[in-house]
Each structure stands twice: as structure tokens, then as C-alpha cells.
């Protein structure tokens, strides 16, 4: 994502166009777009100040703040899906959230278990046995 023009920058076309320069000319001289221009004109008409806008933290919190507490809460429940333990936790949690955190943690999946369908021949057995 590019970097936002610097506020001094803003400040001097801005200043350009207040002391009666053609915008069209302000534009070509800073190297910006007149739609930035004019974005930078109605910023400093609503709020009084030509600074960029302040971006977010850059994503949610997370729901599980306590992962000891949350360690101890999977060796209790070892057995169960990441969907089981979502339901069981409570507190709004998904299953995306656990799979989120388990892997934040180091811990595996949970392999799902199948039956095996077909047993080896005794021959099979014998040979693997020498």
C-alpha cells in the first residue's frame, strides 16, 4: 500500500491554491492528482486540518486473551473436535477461533480416526514378521 503524501506537502498546495494558483497548475507542479487536491480542500473545509487520516490497529482483538487458562481447558478436553471445544468454551468463540489459536500455540489438528477396512492376509502377516 503506498505511504500517505506527507503533511508539510499537503500544507504547501494547499497554500498554493488559497493564494489564487490555477488548481490545474498546482497539480502538475506537485506531481498529484486534482481529485487528491480537491480531497485535501474538503478535508481541511470539514475538520479544519489537512493530516492523514489515522489507520486502524490493523485487525480484530482476539477472543482467547488467557492461553494458559485455555491449555488447561484443551488437556481437559483432549478428546473433543475443535467445534466441541468452541460450544464448551463459550464467550462467543468459533471453531476458526480455536483452530486460530491452536496453531498460534504449536498444536496440531485433531486427525479424525478411521477404521481400518481391510485386515492384512496371513501371508502378508507371516512376511512382515521375518
Not at 494558483?21 to 489537512?50: A, M
Not at 468452541?86 to 477461533?97: D, K
Request: aromatic letters at 6%; hydrophobic letters at 30%; glycine letters at 6%.
Amino acid at each position: 500500500m503506498p505511504a500517505a503524501y506527507s503533511e508539510d506537502l499537503r500544507r504547501k498546495a494547499i497554500d498554493a491554491v488559497q493564494r489564487g494558483e490555477k488548481k490545474s497548475q498546482v497539480c502538475r507542479f506537485y506531481k498529484i492528482s486534482r481529485n487528491t487536491l480537491d480531497l485535501w480542500l474538503k478535508r481541511l473545509q470539514e475538520t479544519g486540518s489537512v493530516r492523514p487520516s489515522v489507520l486502524g490497529t490493523g485487525g480484530q482483538f482476539p477472543k482467547l486473551k488467557d492461553h494458559e487458562k485455555f491449555c488447561q481447558f484443551l488437556i481437559q478436553n483432549k478428546d473433543k473436535t475443535q467445534k466441541q471445544i468452541a460450544e464448551l468454551w463459550g464467550e462467543g468463540l468459533t471453531q476458526q477461533n480455536v483452530s486460530y489459536v491452536l496453531k498460534k500455540l504449536g498444536v496440531t489438528r485433531k486427525k479424525k480416526l478411521t477404521a481400518i477396512r481391510k485386515e492384512m492376509k496371513t501371508s502378508e502377516k507371516n512376511s512382515k514378521d521375518d
